[in-house]
């Protein structure tokens, strides 16, 4: 549990990363004690709630020929392809994590979370979304 969330949190590594650890990974962990550290365990949590992303919000995409950006004029109004009422993306270091809807909070530009996105971390797609 993570400030009363509870949940698995999956760490996904390409296997080129891992494979030249391969000997040291099958030939198991030893330690002293059964169970969970507790030590390592709160400075894994500790690391991962410091942690920070980057999210980005993607508005919508669009195409235009270069003889129109260049002749764009400040009040002109590019149309892009998402529908003003869709929730919107939501990628989180890259990776799509959440679907929702802008607006405005006590001033600035908020993004209203309205679903969180599984993402498939086996080895046939890292970061593929389930569907």
């Not at 993607?58 to 950006?69: A, N, P, S, V």
């Not at 270091?93 to 679903?115: H, M, Y």
Request: proline share 2%; net charge negative.
């Amino acid at each position: 549990e993570l400030e009363q969330s509870a949940g698995n949190l999956i760490i996904c590594y390409p296997y080129s990363m891992i494979e030249p650890l391969r000997h040291k990974l099958s030939s198991g962990i030893q330690t002293e004690s059964e169970g969970i550290d507790i030590t390592w365990y709160k400075v894994i949590e500790e690391v991962i709630l410091s942690s920070e992303v980057t999210l980005k919000i993607l508005l919508g995409k669009t195409e235009i020929t270069g003889e129109r950006l260049m002749y764009m004029q400040e009040g002109d109004v590019i149309q892009l392809d998402n529908d003003a009422a869709s929730p919107l993306r939501c990628y989180v270091d890259g990776l799509e994590k959440l679907t929702g809807f802008i607006g405005v909070q006590r001033g600035f530009q908020a993004f209203r979370v309205d679903k969180k996105i599984q993402v498939d971390c086996g080895s046939e797609g890292y970061g593929r979304r389930k569907r």
